[in-house]
C-alpha cells in the first residue's frame, strides 16, 4: 500500500483521535513519558497519564485553523503516540477526504 502524507487538513484531529493533552501543561509525548517511567516507575506515570489525558471523540481543543486552510497542532511537542502514528496507519479515510476538501478550497 501507498503511504498518505499528512496535508494538515485537521480531519483527524476533529474525532478521530482518542488521546489529547488535558491541560497547557499536560505532555503525553512518547518520550517524556518514556524518560518519566525510567525514573518515578510505572504506577506513577500511569496516573501522570490518567490526570494528564483527555479521552475525546470531538474536535480536538488543540487544533487551530490558518487562513491558508491547513491546520496547526497547538500541542505538537506534547501530543501523543495516537497523534503522532495516524499517517502511519495507511491510507486512512480522513486524509483523503481532508485532501479533497483542501483541493476544492483551493480551486
Ligand atoms: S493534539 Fe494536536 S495532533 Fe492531536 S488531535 Fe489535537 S490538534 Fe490533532
Ligand atoms: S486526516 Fe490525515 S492528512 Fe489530515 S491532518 Fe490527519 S493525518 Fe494529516
Redesign the pocket.
Known sequence: MTEVKCFRC?T??KGY?AM??KYSTSNLAPQFLENMEETEGYEYTSKYVDDHADYQGER????QDNEDST?T????DR??S??IN?PDATMQTECRVGKRKMEALRT
Open positions: 485537521g483527524c484531529c483521535i489529547i493533552p480536538c481543543k488543540w487544533l491546520t497542532c497547538l500541542a505538537h501530543k501523543s495516537d497523534c495516524y
